[in-house]
């Protein structure tokens, strides 16, 4: 098992430097997307989900004939999500002509610190973990495809009050992110009559929260939202439930993984969510994507694989149709319809917004120790 | 049965406090016999976290097993960071040991996490499932373990110093090596056999926290080692029953703050109590007198050297090149890599002037940088001034504001400087994360406005270049002009020696408030000038990480040595850049790197002035 992990690695390296090329258009210059994300540093796992994800991806597309006949390859530069880095990674993938479009970065807050330049230099930056609502406000040439919490925040407070949930405790992540869902989870839930009894924001490195809980209870919720990732958020259900709360979980869909299943034991029975990626959805394109997936890696695909997958597809869709020139990209991006998703369905963009028009979600909860559909209708306590 | 939240914050913080003692035990261990915080112990716990999870899910050993396989596989990387990471540095300036551990425990890290990918993974809980109903709150079966493994490794401690010979040893040996080896003593067995006895125990302190939150990831050991350390600090420097009662101290203290406060001020309670210890009582809360021992001063904390001496022309015919280098490179990443390599190498200059010149080995360095960035930043997007305004402005505000909160830590030297400062740089993030009306907390600041000149935006590679290099010339001509001056002379005579320099009437607390308000005047601008560069910081963008960059930069180059520092700071700014391609061993190249520099150059590579 390690020594299989540790080949991995080295094959990935080895393919940065000799990018994966099909037999059949071996002659041609391959085309190049620039990722930047976290492959070190405290973000790092979610950089190596999105290479997995890349991975299926361009071993369908490649085997499809690539790019009108060019194979589609990429290179993978370590940011460590931090924003210092990514604005150096942006100078060099603009001064690198063979790079058509950039994908990335992983948060919000170093993806638009290098946007201005992306944006001067009309290369175009797709972001699709950046769920920020300001970051396509960067320039024409910044998109993305992931959902945009005004729009995702909503859809959980209409969870939330389908589920009859009056009195809301909040627990969220303490950055960028979870702060900015956090106040429009506040604002959703209190437009649909609910109530926010009481928040409480905790730091990315904390383990024990057994204090924020006792403090989260003390103000009498009837239910408890998370805002985390699925390790801080399998902690915070364990030690929920561990401190004898039997109130239903509520969280937003950034804890879907089946990491938190393995984290959070059997207390994580009954968390709620919702998801826009989900491999238990029958659609053919989920399930294709899924064989494929457990395929290349005995695993099932989490959230991140999902989108990392769908990016490349969609942008090897634009490439396609419009070339692979950057500005024909961007112009490709607005015009685009009906490619078929995991994610979406089949994804168009507002070319306003340059996000995608019209996302959904399904609901789900865990079930025995496994991701399911959620059929129930009210919670009655 | 309720007894109120604050019986359950109570539990709760005792809870918490058990887990960090055990960290806390094997750290004052290691500092009672070697004088040396090791930053590498965080790093052990993890080890070890893995060991027992290999053991679990490959093996299927039971849990007494799995412990003896934990202890043992502990206690072997101990012995190993012993004999190979620190044995040979014996004799060289004691600063070596401490940033030879930080390396260590940067190259355990990187390494698990290429092996076993940075994923976190859950540990199969081997005891019973059951729960006591305390309060409101229940405790399991795995906290009376942990308490349990706690208290009798203590008492296995105190048996073994009391009662057994190497114990007798052990005790010489901290309270004078020399001495100790004169009469007989091996000293290095002692130090091998204290490495194995804390190694182990932090792997199974490791172990039992995976467990108990039944998860583990390779990035899991550095938090919780700043908390044994901490933790131990408030007992006492090497006090192993103090180590206990600091960590129940601690978590209480963690708990209380939540309580009162609420979650996201926890760290920030954990640090400003250890300065307040350090301050008030520097020897832990169980200690009598006020002032601290002296430290064993064989050989000088920082390692003497005749410094290499570049000749004036040299010098202007370097900085001309620079300054003339975009009209031949025009590849903007390279420019703009080269120009944020400036930008840490102010940075440095301005940390050699207090850790180098005076002395106070300093790891708060990123602290300033967020002042300045933020003072700056404000400046600009609240009240619409001029970069040109707010950029000088924010170098006077960090001067000020930085020697205001670093000046208690005044009067402490050696190992306890690089602690209080670490401290202060921690409670600057924690404060800007937390003073949301001023700050926007966690939102941080967006739009910063670009550098300028009379209101026009300069955003090229070339701009960043020519602006980090402009900066750079003008606070060196300053700093190098300053250390030229009696005031050079000075900050090195207190550094050498305070009592002597003390004992010429020299007033020693206005001496390093001017070096620190020097620093931080040039600190200050370099955040400043960061933040208009990046156009967005957040309290995560000057980290802890940041300044142990600086800090090795100036190792480097040569502690007080204005061009090592310019030197170090390209070097370990573009040294990255260039194993970007290897992504994933890029951090593991740079602990290595830092390792074979402090084994065969700790001087610096022009040597310390």
């Known amino acids: 098992m390690i020594a299989f992990r540790r080949r991995e690695v080295l094959g990935f390296i080895a393919c940065a430097f000799t990018p994966p090329i099909p037999a059949l258009a071996q002659s041609k210059e391959p085309v190049l997307i620039g990722v930047t994300g976290p492959l070190t540093g405290q973000y790092a796992q979610y950089g190596a989900q999105w290479k997995k994800g890349f991975d299926v991806a361009l071993d369908e597309i490649n085997a499809a004939g690539g790019i009108n006949g060019r194979p589609l390859a990429y290179v993978f530069e370590d940011s460590q999500s931090d924003p210092r880095q990514t604005v150096t990674i942006a100078r060099k993938y603009v001064a690198d002509e063979r790079i058509v479009v950039e994908v990335g970065d992983f948060s919000s807050a170093a993806s638009m610190a290098a946007s201005p330049i992306y944006q001067a230099a009309g290369l175009v930056q797709f972001g699709f973990s950046n769920s920020h609502p300001d970051f396509t406000k960067g320039g024409d040439y910044i998109w993305s495809n992931a959902v945009n919490q005004k729009d995702e925040m909503p859809l959980l407070a209409d969870f939330v009050r389908d589920l009859g949930l009056k009195r809301v405790a909040i627990l969220h992540l303490n950055n960028d992110w979870g702060r900015t869902a956090k106040d429009l989870l506040v604002a959703a839930i209190k437009e649909r009559g609910g109530d926010v009894v009481g928040s409480e924001a905790y730091l990315a490195d904390e383990k024990d929260f057994r204090s924020a809980i006792v403090r989260a209870r003390s103000s009498n919720p009837d239910s408890l939202a998370l805002i985390s990732y699925y390790p801080d958020g399998a902690q915070l259900t364990r030690q929920i439930r561990q401190a004898g709360i039997t109130q239903p979980i509520i969280a937003g869909g950034s804890i879907y993984s089946p990491k938190f299943l393995e984290l959070g034991g059997a207390e994580v029975n009954g968390v709620l969510t919702t998801v826009p990626f989900f491999p238990g959805d029958p659609r053919p394109q989920v399930q294709s994507f899924v064989k494929a997936f457990e395929a290349k890696f005995k695993e099932e695909p989490d959230a991140y694989n999902g989108r990392a997958y769908d990016t490349f597809i969609l942008l090897a869709a634009v490439m396609r149709q419009f070339g692979t020139e950057r500005k024909a990209i961007k112009e490709g991006l607005s015009k685009i319809k009906d490619v078929p998703s995991v994610v979406y369905g089949k994804v168009a963009f507002d070319s306003e917004t340059r996000r995608v028009a019209n996302p959904f979600v399904s609901r789900i909860e865990v079930k025995n120790g496994k991701w399911a559909a959620y059929e129930g209708g009210k919670i009655t306590r | 049965m309720t007894l109120g939240p604050w019986f359950d914050y109570t539990i709760n913080g005792l809870v918490v406090g058990n887990i960090y003692a055990l960290l806390a035990v094997g750290l004052a261990l290691i500092y009672g016999v070697s004088h040396l915080i090791n930053f590498a112990h965080g790093s052990v716990y993890m080890v070890g976290a893995y060991i027992g999870w290999l053991c679990i899910t490959y093996l299927g050993t039971p849990l007494p097993v799995t412990l003896a396989a934990v202890v043992a596989g502990s206690a072997l990387i101990g012995v190993a960071i012993e004999r190979i990471g620190l044995r040979p540095l014996q004799g060289s300036p004691r600063i070596a040991p401490l940033l030879a551990t930080i390396g260590i425990g940067l190259v355990l890290d990187q390494v698990m996490q290429l092996l076993f990918t940075p994923d976190p993974r859950g540990v199969a809980l081997q005891v019973p499932a059951w729960r006591i109903q ?476």
């Open chain 2, 134 to 609: 305390i309060g409101d709150g229940t405790i399991g079966a795995l906290d009376l373990l942990i308490a349990g493994i706690g208290i009798v490794s203590a008492g296995f401690l105190y048996f073994f110093l009391r009662f057994t010979k190497l114990g007798w040893a052990v005790r010489a040996t901290a309270l004078d090596r020399d001495a100790a080896q004169q009469c007989g003593v091996d000293v290095n067995r002692v130090n091998m056999a204290v490495f194995a006895i804390a190694s182990a125990l932090g792997g199974v302190s490791g172990f039992l926290v995976g467990m108990y939150y039944n998860s583990i990831d390779p990035n899991m050991g550095y938090h919780a080692g700043l908390k044994g350390i901490i933790a131990q600090m408030i007992g006492g420097m090497g006090n192993v029953p103090g180590a206990i009662a600091g960590s129940l101290l601690l978590g209480l203290v963690e708990s209380y703050g939540i309580a009162a406060f609420g979650t996201s001020y926890r760290n920030l309670f954990a640090f400003v109590v250890m300065i307040l210890i350090l301050v008030l009582k520097p020897n832990g809360i169980f200690s009598r007198g006020r002032s601290l021992p002296p430290e064993p001063l064989t050989g000088t904390f920082i390692a003497p050297s005749a410094p290499i001496r570049i000749p004036m022309w040299l010098v202007v015919m370097l900085a001309l090149a620079a300054l003339a280098l975009p009209l031949i490179v025009r590849n903007g990443y390279y420019l703009q890599t080269l120009g944020i390599g400036w930008l840490y190498a102010v940075l440095a200059i301005s940390l050699t002037l207090v850790a180098g010149t005076a002395g106070m080995i300093s790891l708060g360095q990123a602290g300033l940088l967020a002042i300045g960035a933020y003072a700056s930043g404000l400046l600009a997007i609240k009240l619409h001034l001029p970069v040109s305004v707010t950029i000088p402005a924010a170098g006077v505000i960090t001067a000020l504001l930085g020697t205001l909160i670093i000046f208690p830590s005044f009067r402490l030297r050696g190992h306890y400087v690089t602690i209080a400062t670490l401290g202060v740089g921690e409670i600057v993030t924690l404060t800007i994360l937390n003073w949301d009306s001023l700050t926007n907390g966690p939102v941080g600041l967006t739009g910063v406005p670009p550098l300028s000149a009379f209101g026009v935006p300069l955003l090229s590679g070339t701009w960043v270049y020519e602006i980090g290099l402009c900066a750079l010339i003008i606070l060196a001509l300053l700093q190098w002009r300053l250390l030229g001056s009696h005031l050079g002379r000075t900050l090195r005579a207190i550094r050498d020696d305070d009592v002597a320099a003390r004992s010429y009437g020299i007033a020693l607390d206005r001496y390093k408030g001017l070096a620190f308000g020097v620093a931080g005047f040039t600190a200050g601008i370099t955040g400043a000038l960061m933040a208009h560069v990046f156009s967005y910081v957040n309290h995560e963008t000057f980290t802890s990480q940041v300044s142990l960059l600086a800090l090795t930069m100036v190792i480097l180059g040569g502690l007080g040595n204005v061009s090592g520092a310019i030197l170090g700071a390209v070097a370990l700014v573009s040294l990255p850049e260039m194993f970007r391609v290897l992504a994933e061993y890029r951090m593991l190249i740079y602990g290595i790197a830092l390792l074979l520099l402090i084994r065969f150059r700790p001087q610096g590579l022009l040597g310390t002035v």
